[in-house]
């Protein structure tokens, strides 16, 4: 049974960077039939998918073109864990950001998901 | 990017309903569409897989059908359990985009 386990700061700072952490246990993180996915909710902007990180022989990253120029998703697979990293945010990256795992073998369903993070970004 | 269009945005309905909710793709998706069942202050939970498979340990009252660019959730006989927030995502394309959600609310 695969488990996702979320880490990370809740509150930033306009212009600071957001650092969130995805745990997985019962599967690896260089698995050939999985994603690994950041994706955020907030009341104005439901759920928005931010990217994925993925191995197929080597690592690749697919990211949102709305985020595109400030996002970094990436594997360590010393830890069998990927991380989030959004740079200079502003109030509008105030949400529930999630990790979850994508099963590519397939249809690309998202299962199961971390137990999600708020972060806020205030002054 | 294609755009998902749920219907109802809410919805009212007693225990023993029959309940149904319907989702649209701007284009074409086949059968790479998902449904997801949430509540407060948790993550979404896959319900519905590739439109019609129905995910292990989720109760046979929910079922899914459709292709192409028209889908349907429907629940045969509501339980309390399921008054929740209910999303589509497609996975045709990247990006992924998910429906804005349908609220079933007791009535």
């Known amino acids: 049974q695969v488990q996702l386990q979320q880490s990370g700061p809740g509150l930033l700072k306009p212009s600071q960077t957001l650092s969130l952490i995805c745990a997985i246990s019962g599967d690896s993180i260089s698995s050939n039939s999985a994603a690994w996915n950041w994706i955020r909710q907030s009341p104005s902007r439901g759920l928005e998918w931010l990217g994925r990180t993925y191995y197929r022989s080597r690592w690749y990253n697919d990211y949102a073109v709305s985020v595109k120029s400030r996002i970094s998703i990436d594997p360590d697979t010393s830890k069998n864990q990927f991380s989030l990293q959004l740079n200079s945010v502003t109030p509008e990256d105030t949400a529930v950001y999630y990790c979850?795992?994508?099963?590519?073998?397939?249809?690309?369903?998202?299962?199961?998901w971390g137990q999600g993070t708020l972060v806020t970004v205030s002054s | 990017d294609i755009q998902m269009t749920q219907s109802p945005s809410s919805l009212s309905a007693s225990v023993g309903d029959r309940v149904t909710i319907t989702c649209r793709a701007s284009?074409?998706?086949?059968?790479?569409l998902h449904w997801y069942q949430q509540k407060p202050g948790k993550p979404p939970n896959l319900l519905i897989y590739?439109?019609?498979s129905l995910q292990s340990g989720v109760p046979s009252r929910f079922s899914g059908s459709g292709s192409g660019t028209d889908f349907t959730l429907t629940i045969s006989s509501l339980q309390p359990e399921d008054f929740a927030t209910y999303f589509c995502q497609q996975s045709y394309t990247i990006p992924h985009t998910f429906g804005q959600g349908t609220k079933l609310e007791i009535k």
């Open positions: 284009q074409t998706i086949t059968t790479y």
């Open positions: 979850a795992r994508e099963a590519m073998a397939t249809r690309n369903w998202f299962d199961p």
């Open positions: 590739a439109a019609s």
